[in-house]
């Protein structure tokens, strides 16, 4: 006799747990812990934050292009088996004009930025990229600490299309934030001049 398979986890389950130890996600209808953030981690994830909320979390030409909503680790249901907690996530304010609310926050966003951690880097780059491609998220960046590096993909129906692959060093502009030039270094500690 085969063995029945568990049913998949849904945000029902994830949200079950205790809100002061909730650090898990539902990836592919599976409640999965997410990593314990390294130094570096929490460094790139607060650059990334501060570099693009600046300029683009408000409106219009009041000190950049403006025009977002930017947030940090907020839970994002895309499906009620797909339950992410992106490190950075942004929806525009033209298609959103409220700012988004709730536990789990249930608008796809447009873009996304996952920093990566050893232990889960195979989850943000397979799994969860699928799942975000799979629900139309238009944006979707990489930030890998050890390689010191920024991946950006924009949405396309076949697959997510590699539109910038850069190192700690470059300069770069990149979408969908690409009104504002972005040292890559300064993800990874670098002072803007450097």
Known sequence: MAAQ???????RDLLAIPEDQRFHEVVAGEIVR???PSGEHGDAQSAVALRIKGPFQRRP?????GG???YTAVEVELEPTEVYRPDVVGWRRERLPERP?????????????????PSSSSVDTL????GYHRNHVPHSWIVDPLEQSLTVFRWEPDGYLLRLKAERGERVHAEPFDAVELPVGALFGDDDDA
Do not use: Y
Not at 5 to 11: E, L, Q
Not at 61 to 65: L, T, V
Not at 127 to 130: C, D
């Open 127 to 130: 799994t969860k990229l699928r």
């Open 68 to 70: 977002w909503w930017i």
């Open 101 to 117: 609310t709730g536990t789990p926050i249930a608008t796809r966003p447009d873009w996304i930025c996952e920093v990566l951690s």
């Open 34 to 36: 997410k990593a314990t």
């Open 5 to 11: 398979k568990a049913p998949a986890a849904t945000v």
């Open 61 to 65: 030409g009041d000190r950049g292009p």
